[in-house]
């Protein structure tokens, strides 16, 4: 946690992961981010994974460092509450549809500088979610070996869109401080999704080849990489991405005459091309696969290390939730009173900003806790007018 965003107050209508990502980056940089849930939580609020009591890991997790307002969104008095609170604070993120009643022209109309930032699935409208964008642009048919179709289960293109609402957020608010215009931006998942596939190139590549890319299994496009086993049965991935990480490869596994007569038989040089290392895979990998596999993982991980040589042993999630180095020696990680009452390592921040000093990460908020403080602060009410919509049903509070 850091206060770099002091001063910078975010309503924030939304579920699932896009969306709340957004508010959680928001909130992580110092940002005031405050959540408008519907009474007893929105349709992501008991969503997997879940505690024996029913609380989600998932929800207490990307709302950290948030406020709670709880309203009945399917009252007309509800939604007026969370039109005014959008209006007052002037910023507002959601995943809620572009049109009805937080529609950017119907909210606008009592804040013309209001910033809108809407997370979509299509850019017409229509849902999507990360799983199924992913379809759409062909990653799954080149994951694995195939020939079946191989989901991913990191949702990319929720992080991604978030990542990119945040950024876009800031962007209008510096163009609002120099034009004093507001705006909205949309940003749907599928423009996130095939944006970065041609910015990787893979539009170009598909065009220009009129091919799809072949499957590669765990091989790593264009360069050598893949996955080796090692004489105790490690699997470890090994990429080399500069010219010395493949002399110092070569030198590790003592593969120096090896490859040097596969190039004076090829008539090729791998020292510096990694096309050519690729291409040449069919002969590179029996060779490197029968050293590794001569050799325990602990001896080739200190000679790789010593090399400055990237490799990675696979491991499972709970084994590097049980890793000091990433998780109970890393600053990111802090304690937190989450709402589910487990007592966990809570991420705050991903960046380092040496000149400041981190604050703690912070807990996700309870269903309504913050809605009095709120109400009575952003929108002037008073205590028995608020205590008369928390006794209607219209205001919930934690």
Do not use: C
Not at 115 to 129: C, E, F, H, N, Q
Not at 280 to 290: I, K, M, S, T, W
Not at 291 to 308: E, P, Q, V
Not at 363 to 378: D, F, K, M, V
């Amino acid at each position: 946690m850091y206060n770099l965003l002091n001063g910078l107050s975010v309503i924030e209508a939304s579920s699932f992961v896009a969306s709340p990502t957004a508010g959680l980056y928001l909130a992580q940089m110092g940002a005031e981010v405050i959540r408008v849930d519907q009474i007893g939580g929105g349709p992501d609020f008991r969503r997997w994974p879940v505690t024996e009591a029913n609380d989600s890991l998932y929800w207490e997790n990307l709302n950290r460092a948030k406020k709670s307002v709880a309203l009945d969104l399917g009252s007309p008095q509800g939604r007026e509450l969370l039109q005014e609170l959008v209006r007052k604070t002037g910023q507002f993120v959601t995943n809620f549809p572009a049109e009805g009643f937080l529609s950017y022209a119907k909210l606008a109309e009592g804040r013309a500088d209001l910033i809108t930032v809407r997370v979509m699935g299509w850019a017409d409208g229509s849902p999507a979610l990360d799983y199924t964008v992913n379809n759409s642009v062909g990653y799954p048919m080149m994951t694995g070996a195939g020939p079946e179709p191989v989901n991913h289960v990191l949702p990319a293109w929720d992080l991604l869109t978030g990542a990119y609402a945040a950024f876009a957020m800031l962007a209008a608010v510096q163009k609002r401080a120099t034009t004093g215009e507001g705006l909205e931006v949309r940003i749907p998942l599928s423009d996130v999704a095939i944006g970065t596939v041609a910015n990787l190139g893979g539009i170009a590549e598909v065009l220009y080849t009129g091919a799809n890319r072949p499957r590669l299994g765990n091989a790593v496009y264009g360069l050598f990489g893949r996955d080796f086993v090692t004489a105790d049965g490690v699997r470890t991935m090994i990429v080399v991405v500069t010219p010395r990480q493949w002399a110092n490869l070569i030198t590790a596994l003592k593969l120096e005459n090896a490859v040097a007569a596969l190039e004076a038989e090829r008539g090729v040089s791998f020292a510096k091309d990694d096309g050519l290392r690729f291409n040449h895979r069919d002969a590179l990998y029996p060779l490197f696969g029968a050293a590794i596999a001569a050799r325990s993982h602990a001896d080739l991980a200190a000679a790789f290390d010593a090399g400055g040589i990237v490799h990675s042993a696979y491991r499972t999630m709970l084994d590097a939730a049980n890793d000091p180095a990433l998780v109970a020696n890393n600053p990111v990680f802090g304690a937190a009173a989450n709402p589910s009452g487990f007592d966990y390592p809570a991420a705050g921040s991903f960046a380092t900003v040496p000149q400041l000093d981190r604050q703690a990460p912070q807990p996700a908020p309870r269903n309504g806790a913050n809605s009095e403080e709120i109400l009575a602060e952003r929108l002037g009410l008073s205590s028995g007018a608020i205590a008369a919509l928390i006794d209607s049903g219209t205001v919930g509070r934690g």
